[in-house]
């Protein structure tokens, strides 16, 4: 399994910016789908994004409604870190951030088989 240290959380107000990191510890981590999950409290654990493998200089990023046009997945394979930039935060954005890695893109949590060990973001209003 891959071992994946998440930082970036934090206490920000509404229309803040928080960017959250995740540093994997896998040699191979270019081939892996990397995703960025949350929970809040009382509720399932629910994907925000996943960035796929790059193909030459491309990749291909997927997010959920609730965060797109304001998140922004990016990846460093030189680095083994993948990004999560969230502009314009909203109080319904607190949650625990988990960084997850996986063999396909996928919107279900359970696809993935490694994962960090979240990181709080909490929004104010």
């Known amino acids: 399994q891959v071992q994946l240290v998440e930082s970036g959380g934090g206490l920000v107000q509404a229309g803040g910016f928080l960017r959250l990191s995740c540093a994997a510890s896998?040699?191979?981590?270019?081939?892996?789908?990397m995703g960025w999950f949350r929970q809040a409290p009382g509720k399932e654990r629910e994907f925000v994004a996943t960035?796929?493998?790059?193909?030459?200089?491309?990749?291909?990023?997927n997010y959920a409604d609730s965060v797109k046009g304001r998140f922004t997945i990016s990846r460093d394979n030189a680095k083994n870190t993948v990004y999560l930039q969230m502009n314009s935060l909203k109080v319904e954005d607190t949650a625990v951030y988990y960084c997850?890695?996986?063999?396909?893109?996928?919107?279900?949590?359970?696809?993935?088989?490694?994962w960090g060990q979240g990181t709080q973001v909490t929004v104010s209003s």
């Open positions: 997850a890695a996986g063999a396909r893109a996928s919107l279900d949590p359970r696809d993935f088989g490694s």
């Open positions: 896998e040699r191979s981590f270019s081939s892996y789908v």
């Open positions: 960035i796929r493998r790059s193909a030459g200089f491309a990749s291909y990023t």
